[in-house]
Nanobody
Framework: QVPLVESGGGLVQAGDSVRLSCVAS????????MGWFRQAPGKEREFVAA????????KYADSVRGRFTISREDAKNTVSLQMNSLTPEDTALYLC????????????????WGQGTQVTVSS
């Protein structure tokens, strides 16, 4: 059993929008920061976005700022990532993670990780 399960990925065209969701199974999120990361073949894992308790302290990578929006719904143990204006450079496996703070998540540290959902953007 995987505590964090991502969904919403798929094959899309450049310029499309996709909304990813991460649902916790038997794992509480309300007292933790949550983050999204991505990893493309041949590239290092990259921080994408993070959000603190009740939507405070939001952080974005420069590459996605203005295009992606992270949000959380603690009552449903869910964190989402709205991705707009997608380009082929956004193609990657997207993973969510729970962490102690948005700062720690922005540096790549999390205590629990999902297995990821694949987003492939064609041109």
């Amino acid at each position: 059993q995987v505590p964090l399960v991502e969904s919403g990925g798929g094959l899309v065209q450049a310029g499309d929008s996709v909304r990813l969701s991460c649902v916790a199974s038997g794992l509480t999120l309300s007292r933790y920061a949550m983050g999204w990361f991505r990893q493309a073949p041949g590239k290092e894992r990259e921080f994408v976005a993070a959000i603190g308790w009740h939507g405070a302290s939001i952080k974005y990578a420069d590459s996605v700022r203005g295009r992606f929006t992270i949000s959380r719904e603690d009552a449903k143990n869910t964190v989402s990532l709205q991705m707009n204006s997608l380009t082929p450079e956004d193609t990657a496996l997207y993973l969510c993670a729970r962490g102690q703070s948005t700062l720690r998540l922005s540096k790549g540290w999390g205590d629990t990780w999902g297995q990821g959902t694949q987003v492939t953007v064609s041109s």
